[in-house]
């Protein structure tokens, strides 16, 4: 489990994130909201050490983030990052460099790891585009192809900075159902969303920030209570309760 405590951090000296305590539990969907620039990505950056705190601390399964080499912080989690560059290489190879966490100097493919890679592959539901260069492939596709090498690292945690960007509503009710398949399997997996009634409708918990502070962070349903995300968003987010449980909305 990852756990943020009392976490600052920001860039060329100036802080976006403010003191904020997290966690990020195994087995449980986390929708990290908030308006554009309140340091979502920051947040899941600095998690990762990406990118230097300015205070607080990041703790991997109860050890301090800075006592871990960067090898053993990526067998711990995977990220997906908001942009990626699209290299000229196939799927497959794509998939695969999911596996360098798990190889030795000089990094040579072992049998493992092309079973890994084929099991993320089946998975995502992107084993008939493997073959493929990965220009070729839609935005969907290629998301199918990232979320596999996230998975071929086979790390317990999953950290997705809006995953669903630029897909389409199938595509991006896919991905969270993904994300909930891989919380049942007991993976923690952490998302940074901007469609509010997708995130309360898919996530378990959920984490609203403002201005780089913790606005409000628990159940889906104890943050709509709350009353904050109406007051961050400047928004009317409404529900209704149908068959299939709470169905969200802008009223």
Known sequence: MIELKNLSAGYGGLEVIHGVSLAFTPGRVLALLGPNGCGKSTLL???LG???????????????????????????AAYLPQSRSTPNITAYKMVLHGRFPHLSYPRRYRKEDYEAADRALRWADAADVAQRPMGELSG???????????LTQEAPTLLMDEPTTFLDVGRQLEVMAAARRLAQEGRA?????HDLPLAMRGADDAALLSHGRLAAWGTVEEVYASGKIDQVFGVALRRVETRSGWQYYYG
């Not at 990406?50 to 601390?57: E, H, I, M, R, Y």
């Not at 969907?140 to 996230?150: E, F, I, P, S, T």
């Not at 997996?189 to 969303?193: D, K, Q, R, S």
């Open 45 to 47: 950056r600095t998690a």
């Open 50 to 76: 990406l990118n230097p705190s300015s205070g607080g601390q990041v703790l991997m399964d109860g050890v301090p983030l800075a006592a871990l080499s960067p090898r053993e912080r990526a067998l711990k």
């Open 140 to 150: 969907g596709q290629r998301q199918k192809v990232y979320l596999a090498m996230a």
């Open 189 to 193: 997996v952490v998302m940074v969303l």
